[in-house]
């Protein structure tokens, strides 16, 4: 109804059963897993809320992760999309030998 063919349909279905918590761990900067926090909270975002699942999910990984909190109450997506570009925009930064 909304254009979207079955098999694409099939595939968002079947990311649900995606290991997040796994995938985050996989990563191995703190940087990195903040951007992983960050995008999941702007995905989350996407459709202007935050329902309590996605809630649920970005606030244990903050603490598993512990790369800072993210305040999901008070974080829209746009300053959430600011943060991701500072925290990209600071990896480029080649930090000089002392």
Known sequence: AAGIESKE???????????????SHKLSSNKAKKLFLLTLAGTALADQTIDINEKKMVDELTVELNVGKIPLEKVTYKNCEEMI??????????????
């Open 85 to 98: 570009l500072k925290l990209i925009s600071e990896s480029h930064i080649v930090e000089k030998p002392a």
């Open 9 to 23: 349909l099939k595939r968002f279905e079947n990311s649900n059963k995606v290991d997040i918590k796994g995938l």
